[in-house]
Structure formats: structure tokens, C-alpha cells
């Protein structure tokens, strides 16, 4: 089928990069918007804005009966859910199906298999992928029994959890059946699912994924990227590919995640995530992600693949119509978050309104955001207010790029965090390439260190 | 609501003003300024919130119930003493408990320490504890749970503790 109109149930730059491939191909835009949002670029962009319920993410981008009966309403065909929000909701991609609408996604079933943490996990295992050593518990004898065998320290995971949550760490057995325990009623608590399993902690790791693009027979993999600078498993940093790995485990990894996604016949746009050991010889399967990614600039600069276009053809029932040996990365890719949030006063964020932006531009710079001077900046929604990507020969060009390029993103009226990118691309450390995702918590205690020496001198 | 700074530009405007006494009523509250009588002059103030004034009605029967869709704020007697406000580091949705389904941090009436966690705001993702900041005992809640608020906005009010 052709899509001719297409429901856009997100909103930020999401929404507005979803726009501009939908005008590329000729597709009317109706974008599914809060109260809060109503003016905001995207709503301006699209062909027509409607109404999905009230700021509260809660009573409007979250609630499937809303956005469904608004898409209904619009007489769209097609879905698009961009990335959080609902785009990893199996009820949201059956009750399109319900209602006639093509999703903009894998199937439902595909979204449960690797929403589910301990699914998700079996799959990798039975796709021959590595997994972190560990596995689901359901009594102290059990957990006792598989912690001996993996070995401490340990986590307890929430199946349901994610992002950080629903995350303990053990290191020997003496409180073990207390803390099993207290994990599996916070679970209940806070994910309404009492599962959880045990994973041996990895320490130290560099995060390393692969994006895919599957049609529901054939998967193929657009190369890697690497998104260890975090802060609180937020990601900040991310580039493709991912710096100074050994070629031997790059193509085994890249091997992997295809085998994955044939495993499921994957249908879209996804990325399979991984935990690669510091030394670089030992990589793990840690989730999918079965939507389009934030960092998914990176890959469409060193591949040239517009993703959201393929999302799209996908969805329409197109075949793939690209072969392995026709993906050739080019290059170094970087993308840098710019949040509105406070660095100095603790990250605090900092909605309000932009007074005046500035972003870069040029050959090799691209700039995804959705705010210009007199764009609100919500406080319902997340701090991301645009992404610079630079993309270069090599990784050293790539690096200046970004510094010329982030010294012409000025904005005023709310608080950035461009000065810890400007920082961040100066330190030797980040440079050299391939730091962990401990690294940038490392760097943020020692220059707080540092300022508070400057401080008292 | 109106904020003591509000009240206090009002009476600035009225300061240079030749009227003894302003009413000022909206469906959310009703404000009344009179000019005192004495040698010194000044103002008296009389600042009423219809919520509040029915929620103290409704006390009994609502309090702790939680399912009302948007429960009418929290309040005990003022006893006219000197209170504490408790206000909004910053603009976001108001929690009182730590996630749904949880009991509340406080309940009027707590006692509290300056760094007890009274509540919690939800700005853009992020979850920042809002610190009583003072010791003392819980007097009134002034916003009821997930209700968003504006930076430096009233949450709560303590009676602080004698020193």
C-alpha cells in the first residue's frame, strides 16, 4: 500500500525530523499534539495539528485511546510513534491494527519479545548471542544457587524495569535474601511485574549498538555506534562508529545483532544494544530497541541511508531494496545532546522560554531541533532541545567539527549544556577515544574537584 | 492563588492611593485591604481561597481518600501563628508521595526537620525532593497531589518549632 497520511504521535525534534521525510515523499503530516504543544514548531510544520489531550504526558502522548481516536479522527493511514512515549507499546501497535492504521514499527508480538527483559534475553540466547552470565529467580535457594555459580558481585534486575531502575547491587551473599526479596516488592511497586533476575555486575563497559533494518524476512545491520558518555543512563555523546574497536569483534557484533533480528524476522527500524568490555574482546547482549533512536543521525551520516524514509517504505510493505554489501560506512559521525539543563546547579532542568537560538551550520553539520527564539520549552517533557551531528573523514576532523560547530549553537533564555560538550571534546581522555560509560561520572566528580580547589584559592 | 509578593504590590499601589479599603474577589479567592484607623496608619489584611475555605469543610470526609480526581488541598486551623512557606525551588508537577500508590511524604500535622522531604516535583522527567527547609509541624498542604505549579509557589505551610 501507499501511505498518503501519516499520524505523528510525538512531538520536539522527533517530530520534526518525521515531517521533513514525510515532504520529501509527498506525505500529508498530522501531528498528534498536548496542550502544551500546540504552538510549538512541529505543530506549525505539519499539514494539520490536532489536539491529544492535555499537557500531562500521562492524559495525552501516553494514552493510547487518544492518540488512536485523534489519528481515527484525522483520517490518517499510517502511524509514526517516533522514539519513548508509545513507541515500544504493543497496544498501541494492536490497537492500530484494529483500527486499520499501519504502524510505523515492528509487529506487537516483536515488541513484546524484546520489551520483556527476560524474553528478550532467551532470544539472544537462542540466537547464539553472549549474554551477561545470569537468569531468572523466583526463590532464595535459586538465587542462592545461581549467584554461586555466576559469581559476585551481582545484580538483581526488575524484568519490568530499565534506564537504570529497578537496579541492585550485591557484592557477596550476606544480605541476599533480604535484598531478593525488598527487589521483588519495590518491582511489584514500581513496574506492576514481580520478576526478577540475576546478571554478574560488569563494572566497567563501553555501550556499543547496532543499528538494524529488517522488512519481516530479510535483516540487515548500518554499522555501529558507540553512546558510553552518560550521565545516570542518559545518554549525551554518541558516534559511529564506535571508536578503536578490534575489526574481529566490530564484524562478530554486527554478526550478532543481524542474527537476532532474523531471529524475531524483524520488521523496521532497531538496535540491538551491547556491553562491550573495556580491553575490547568480550561483548555482550544487553536489549533491543525496537523504534527509531535518538542517535539515529550518526548512523544516516556514515551510511547515507535516510532511516526514517526505510521506516516508512517498510511499513508500506516495500521490501528492503538494500543488500549488506550496498551499506558502506564513510567516515566518523558525533552527535551531541544539547539539554535544557543547568550543569552548574547540579543539572537542574531549565524549562522556560528560548529568547534567542543560534545553531551552526555547514558542510558536514547537521542540526535536528525544534526550537527557535520564542520556542516554550515545556517542563512536562524531556530537556532535549536540539542535536548537533558532524560528520567528517576521520574521527580527528569530526572532533574539530563539532568544536567549531558547538561554538556557533548559541541559546539564550534557557539553560544549556553546551559548555559540557565544549568540555568534554577537549579532554584528552574522551579524545583518545573508546572511554566506558563510568567515564563521564568519573570527569564530572573531578572537575567539580577542580572548581572547588579554584574556588578556594 | 496570590502570592505575598502579589499582595505586597497591591499594597504598594494602594499606599499611594486615596481609598481606605479594597475588596477584591475572583471565583479562587476573595482579598480584602483596609486602611487601620490608627495614628500610624497601615493596612490590615483579610486574604481568603474559596478551595481552601471548602476543603476545610470537606476535611473529614476526603481526607486520605485519594481517588477524588483532583482532591481539594490539605489544611488545619491557623492559629494565627507566624508560618512557614514551604515554596517551589522550581516549576513542575507536585507529588506527595514518592511514586503512585505510596503513602504520602507528610500529612498535616508531621513534624518535620529542615531536611525532611515534604514532597517531590516532576520537572521535565527529572524528580527533585522539595526540602522542608525549617523545623517545625506540617500546618497546611496547600496543593493537591500532581497538580503543577509555578516556581516559588506555596506548597505547604509549617508552624516552625520554638527555637
Known amino acids: ?457 | 492563588m496570590l502570592t505575598h509578593e502579589d499582595i505586597q504590590d497591591i499594597l504598594r499601589v494602594l499606599e499611594t492611593s486615596p481609598f481606605d479599603e479594597l475588596e477584591l474577589e475572583t471565583d479562587r479567592f476573595k482579598l480584602t485591604l483596609r486602611r487601620a484607623a490608627g495614628p500610624q496608619g497601615g493596612w490590615s489584611q483579610e486574604h481568603e481561597t474559596h478551595a481552601r475555605a471548602a476543603a476545610a469543610v470537606a476535611a473529614p470526609t476526603t481526607a486520605g481518600s485519594g481517588v477524588a480526581k483532583s482532591p481539594p488541598p490539605v489544611t488545619a486551623a491557623l492559629a494565627g501563628a507566624v508560618l512557614v512557606e514551604i515554596r517551589a525551588p522550581l516549576i513542575g508537577t507536585f507529588y506527595r508521595a514518592p511514586k503512585p500508590g505510596a503513602a504520602p511524604f507528610v500529612e498535616v500535622g508531621a513534624v518535620v526537620s529542615s531536611d525532611t522531604v515534604v514532597a517531590i516535583l516532576e520537572t521535565m522527567k527529572l524528580m527533585t525532593p522539595v526540602h522542608a527547609g525549617a523545623s517545625g509541624r506540617v500546618v497546611e498542604i496547600c496543593i493537591a497531589d500532581g497538580q503543577f505549579v509555578e516556581q516559588h509557589q506555596v506548597l505547604l505551610r509549617l508552624e516552625p518549632s520554638q527555637p
Request: proline share 5%.
Open chain 1, 1 to 457: 500500500m501507499r501511505i498518503r497520511r501519516l499520524f505523528i504521535a510525538n512531538r520536539g525534534e522527533i517530530a520534526v525530523r518525521i515531517i521533513r521525510s514525510c515532504r520529501r515523499l509527498g506525505i500529508d503530516t498530522v501531528l498528534g499534539a498536548s496542550e502544551a504543544d500546540l504552538d510549538s514548531t512541529p505543530a506549525r510544520l505539519a499539514d494539520l495539528c490536532v489536539c491529544v489531550g492535555p499537557a500531562v504526558a500521562a492524559k495525552s502522548y501516553l494514552d493510547v485511546g487518544a492518540v488512536v481516536a485523534a489519528a481515527r479522527t484525522a483520517g490518517v493511514d499510517a502511524l509514526h510513534p517516533g522514539y519513548g512515549f508509545l513507541a515500544e507499546n504493543a497496544a498501541l501497535a494492536r490497537a492500530c491494527e484494529d483500527a486499520g492504521i499501519v504502524f510505523v514499527g515492528p509487529t506487537p508480538t516483536q515488541l513484546e519479545a524484546v520489551g520483556d527483559k527476560l524474553a528478550a534475553r532467551r532470544h539472544a540466547v537462542d540466537a547464539g548471542l553472549p549474554v551477561v552470565p545470569g537468569g531468572p529467580v523466583a526463590s532464595l535457594a535459586e538465587a542462592r544457587e545461581l549467584a554461586g555459580r555466576i559469581g559476585w558481585p551481582i545484580l538483581i534486575k526488575a524484568v519490568g524495569g530499565g534506564g537504570g531502575r529497578g537496579l541492585k547491587r550485591l557484592d557477596n551473599p550476606a544480605n541476599l535474601g533480604a535484598q531478593l526479596e525488598l527487589a521483588i516488592s519495590e518491582a511489584q511497586g514500581a513496574f506492576g511485574d514481580a520478576r526478577v533476575y540475576l546478571e554478574r555486575y560488569v563494572p566497567s563497559g563501553r555501550h556499543v549498538e547496532v543499528q538494524l533494518l529488517g522488512d519481516g524476512h530479510e535483516v540487515i545491520h548500518l554499522g555501529d555506534r558507540d553512546c558510553s558518555v552518560q550521565r545516570r543512563y542518559q545518554k549525551l555523546i554518541e558516534e559511529g562508529p564506535a571508536p578503536d574497536l578490534p575489526a574481529g569483534l566490530r564484524a562478530r557484533m554486527a554478526d550478532a545483532a543481524v542474527a537476532y533480528g532474523r531471529r524475531l524476522a524483524y520488521r523496521g527500524a532497531g538496535t540491538v544494544e551491547f556491553l562491550v568490555d573495556t580491553a575490547g574482546n568480550a561483548f555482550y547482549f544487553l536489549e533491543m530497541n525496537a523504534r527509531i533512536q535518538v542517535e539515529h543521525p550518526v548512523t544516516e551520516a556514515i551510511t547515507g541511508v535516510d532511516l526514517v524514509e526505510r521506516q516508512i517504505a517498510i511499513a508500506e510493505g516495500h521490501p528492503l531494496r538494500l543488500r549488506q554489501d550496498e551499506i558502506q560506512v564513510s567516515g566518523h559521525a558525533i552527535e551531541c545532546r544539547i539539554n535544557a539543563e543547568d550543569v552548574a546547579k547540579g543539572f537542574a532542568p531549565g524549562p522556560g522560554r528560548i529568547s534567542a537560538a543560534q545553531f551552526p551550520a555547514g558542510a558536514g553539520i547537521r542540526v535536528d531541533t525544534h526550537v527557535e527564539a520564542g520556542s516554550r520549552v515545556p517542563p512536562f517533557y524531556d530537556s532535549l532541545v536540539a542535536k548537533v551531528i558532524v560528520h567528517a573523514h576521520d574521527r580527528a576532523q569530526a572532533l574539530t567539527r563539532m568544536s567549531g560547530a558547538l561554538a556557533n549553537c548559541r541559546i539564550a533564555g534557557v539553560p544549556v549544556n553546551t559548555p559540557l560538550h565544549v568540555e568534554i571534546l577537549s579532554d584528552p581522555e574522551f579524545r583518545r577515544g573508546g572511554v566506558d560509560t563510568q567515564y563521564l561520572a568519573r570527569r564530572l566528580a573531578a572537575w567539580d574537584g577542580a572548581r572547588a580547589v579554584a574556588a578556594e584559592h
